[in-house]
C-alpha cells in the first residue's frame, strides 16, 4: 500500500532554514506529482507547493514562494522541501502528498492525497 514518511523537522529560529525528506513506496513513484501541504494549530491543511512527476516543473502558494523549493529524486523515491527564511508562521505539521492520478502535468491543490503522519516544523527564538 503507499506509504508517506516525513521526516526533517524540528525547531527553527526565525529566519534560519530547515530540510524536510519525504520517504514514499508502494506506488511507482516517478509517475506522480507530489506536493507538500501543512496544517498549523486550528487551521485546515494548507497546500503549500508541487513538483511534477519528472521534476520538470514547480509550483508554489504565495505564502512560500521565494522561501521555499520542493525537488525530487525519482531514484531514491524521495521528494524535499527545502525551507529558507523561516517565520513563525511557518510552525505547522507538515506533509507530503501524492497526485491522485499518475502523468505528467499540473495537478490542483484539491487533487493530492496526504496519508503520513506528517513532521512537525516549530519557527520560534
Known amino acids: 500500500q503507499v506509504q508517506l514518511v516525513e521526516s526533517g523537522g524540528g525547531l527553527a529560529q526565525p529566519g534560519g532554514s530547515l530540510r524536510l525528506s519525504c520517504a514514499a513506496s508502494g506506488f511507482t513513484f516517478s509517475s506522480y506529482a507530489m506536493s507538500w501541504a501543512r496544517q498549523a494549530p486550528g487551521k485546515g491543511l494548507e497546500w503549500m507547493c508541487s513538483?511534477?512527476?519528472?521534476?520538470?516543473?514547480?509550483h508554489y502558494a504565495n505564502s512560500v514562494k521565494g522561501r521555499f523549493t520542493i525537488s525530487r529524486d525519482n531514484a531514491k523515491n524521495t521528494v524535499y522541501l527545502q525551507m529558507d527564511s523561516l517565520k513563525p508562521e511557518d510552525t505547522a505539521l507538515y506533509y507530503c502528498g501524492k497526485a491522485q492520478r499518475w502523468g505528467w502535468g499540473y495537478f490542483a491543490p484539491e487533487e493530492y492525497d496526504y496519508g503520513g503522519q506528517g513532521t512537525q516544523v516549530t519557527v520560534s527564538s
Open positions: 513538483v511534477y512527476n519528472d521534476g520538470s516543473e514547480t
